[in-house]
């Protein structure tokens, strides 16, 4: 309070965020610890809401701007434009207010291969075979506990568990994912006669990542890797 100089502890809670509701009907209660202070409280209630639910107006904005960027690697000509809207963006920093939670879906998606599991296990934990299909610099070690970097940045994880050509476990993200968001990513290698079937089993993936996460998978993981197993068999 500047003119006492008194210091008041308080809470500001939003039980539901969600793109679905508009912004001014998002419920914001406000709390404050025993004592005095009434005159603060009743501040935020009103001043205080108004700006609460400016904030989150911008954050849900910077979320669904987000999706239009997508995690398709850009081109030569459209670079510049999304150069413009990362910037853009920056000034709206995706971490998720403290308290909100990131509303989430699960996706689930199958793949057949014409290679041995032993083959599409390695794809997925060899270097040199991660950068020939993702077509890009990445870094990984391939145990538990170690950190993966793929797509030039774009995404990184860590490997939670690994059951040579059987499972692979993984915390997964995207750059442009809210900050510190990860998704759960299980990858089972399902022997088949001739073939390998790819079961992929992803938790945790912001509402507004669907669409971009399974593009991503099935583009430029699934018919990459097909891609190279073809190049692969013509060379040998």
């Known amino acids: 309070m500047k003119e006492s100089g008194a210091k008041h502890k308080g809470l500001i809670e939003i039980p539901n965020l969600s793109e679905e509701n ?11 610890k025993k004592g005095d202070g009434d005159i603060l409280k009743d501040l935020m209630k009103t001043a205080g809401t108004a700006k609460v639910r400016e904030a989150l107006g911008d954050y849900l904005k910077a979320l669904k701007t987000e999706f239009t960027i997508g995690m398709i690697l850009p ?8 150069l413009t809207i990362k910037r853009k963006l920056s000034e709206n920093t995706l971490q998720a207010p403290l308290g909100v939670r990131i509303p989430t879906v699960a996706l689930h998606m199958t793949e057949l291969f014409d290679t041995a599991a032993e083959r599409l296990y390695s794809i997925f934990t060899v270097k040199e075979l991660v950068q020939k299909f993702s077509k890009s610099p990445a870094t990984l070690e391939a145990e ?3 950190k993966f970097q793929m797509f030039d940045g774009n995404v990184t994880g860590e490997y939670i568990e690994l059951i040579t050509n059987e499972k692979i476990v993984m915390k997964w993200r995207c750059r442009n994912w809210p900050e510190e968001h990860y998704a759960t990513v299980v990858l089972n290698f399902v022997p088949t006669p001739g073939q390998t079937e790819l ?24 018919e990459e890797i097909k891609g190279l197993l073809q190049l692969t068999t013509l060379n040998g």
């Open 22 to 32: 508009e912004v001014d009907d998002t419920e914001v209660n406000v709390s404050k």
């Open 75 to 82: 081109t030569k000509a459209t670079a510049a434009q999304e």
């Open 144 to 146: 538990k506990g170690g």
């Open 199 to 222: 079961q992929l089993d992803c938790k945790g993936v912001p509402v507004c990542k669907e669409e971009n996460m399974k593009f991503c998978w099935q583009k430029q993981h699934f």
